[in-house]
């Protein structure tokens, strides 16, 4: 079933579109969220690295700084080369130089918890093997190398994922009092500093806060998910019902013709039964008219075996025609183009009595073929003409004109009189069953526009009324081509 198949596709479009959406804002959404760690994550190690650095500069800038010695504090080795390392206040204090790199080193030892994040001062040239470089740091500082200023790169150490920045620390004139005997010069690399971020904690905020973005997701999918499952069983309800529907129509409509193929029928049997004693009643009612005729004086008498005679006349007609009508509807032989000229040679052999009787002109042009069962052509034209002879003014000798036309596709046909012609506002009523303009009970049985009719309408053609040149009607009827 196509309506059934368009349901489901439908739902499953609605479906994919709305899952595709939500699992893109998720997308998009999270992103962002793990955009921002990562850039407060930069933040975080600018700031440390800066702070870093500023006490460094700081120190550089006053060439150390002296402090008193102590446990934790004894002179370095590595500035033995310096001449004043040591010195003694004149009330004979013990002050020795702290370089920045040692100085920052006890700062973050001592104080770590209040320092924060810790950070590293390296070189390939050490003068604190402490200070040696690893892996990556080595990696970033041959990258100042080739001029890089600064590395920047979320990687892991120990496993733990970490923020890690270096940045190249060009030696200045103050470094060079201490880093001076090692061969610099002033803006050479000497080394790298950097901090570390650890990245655990904004990671596990990060993780927390996309599982709460699922969930809010999660349940707004659901919700549009309950939503297209419903507008879908409300879709099969409403088809289910249409089907239905469809469905009692048919049976409606089955019932119907049923009932209509009956009383057809009843109609065809009753006909066809009455036909024979309205034959019998005919032909009994001329003999008694012959027979009695020359022998009957009284007018009265004579007036009704007169009536009695029309009257089973009428009523063989009218039999006649109830079953031409009834017939009317239903090819009785092959569905072909039929030559007009023979049906109507026919018809004018038929009516030749009543053609002779009236003196009327039958006057025909070369006719196209029309496509119709023979049967049913010689009923049209029968009828046609037997209303065209019926309807004559009184006087003047009756012409009967038939032409055709050949249309795209269809055959026209006309069949024009010079009789006394039908007002506009009755041209389409006549063509009703028993219509009749005339009272005149001599005047046909007011079915044969009928019959005209139902034969034309049943091949899909059209049937209508005309002015005619010659005075009187033009009854017009268009027979499309083709089985
Ligand atoms: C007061 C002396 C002094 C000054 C000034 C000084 N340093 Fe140092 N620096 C040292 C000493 C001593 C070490 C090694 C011992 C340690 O780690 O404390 C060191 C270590 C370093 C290291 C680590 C590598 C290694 O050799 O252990 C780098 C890099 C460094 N200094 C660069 C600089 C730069 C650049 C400047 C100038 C901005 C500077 N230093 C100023 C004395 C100094």
Redesign the pocket.
Known sequence: MNDWRMLCWQSLAAFLLWSGLLGGFLYYDANLAHKHVEELARKEARANFNKDQAF??W??RH??VYVPIDAQTPP?P??AH?AERDIQTPSGKKLT??????ML?QMMDEFGELYGIRGK???F???????APDAWEAEAMHQFDLGVKEVFEFTDIDGEPYLRLMSA????Q??L???GFQGYKVGEV????GVSVPMRAYLDELNESIRQKCLAFGAIWLVGLCGILGLTRLGRRRLREKTEFAAQQRRQHLAVERANAELTHFANISAHHLMEPSRRLLSFAQRLRRRLEPRVQDEDTRLSLEYIEQGAVRLRDLIRDIERYLAAGMPRAAVQPSDPGLALAEVEQRLAARILDSGAQIETTALDAVCLDRPRLIDLFEVLLDNALIHVNTGVTPIVRISGARLPSAVRMRLEDNGPGIPEEYRERVFGVFERLAPNPLAGTGIGLAIARRIVESRNGRIWLEPSALGGTAVVFELPDGG
Do not use: D, E, F
């Not at 130089?97 to 040692?102: D, G, K, R, S």
């Not at 620390?169 to 200045?172: D, E, F, L, R, T």
């Open positions: 460094r500069l120190a550089t060439g150390g370095n590595a500035l310096i130089l702290m370089n920045p790199a040692y080193r001062i390296t070189s040239k050490l003068m604190n093997p402490n200070n620390m060009p030696v200045q103050g470094c009092k201490c880093h000497r080394g790298g500093v």
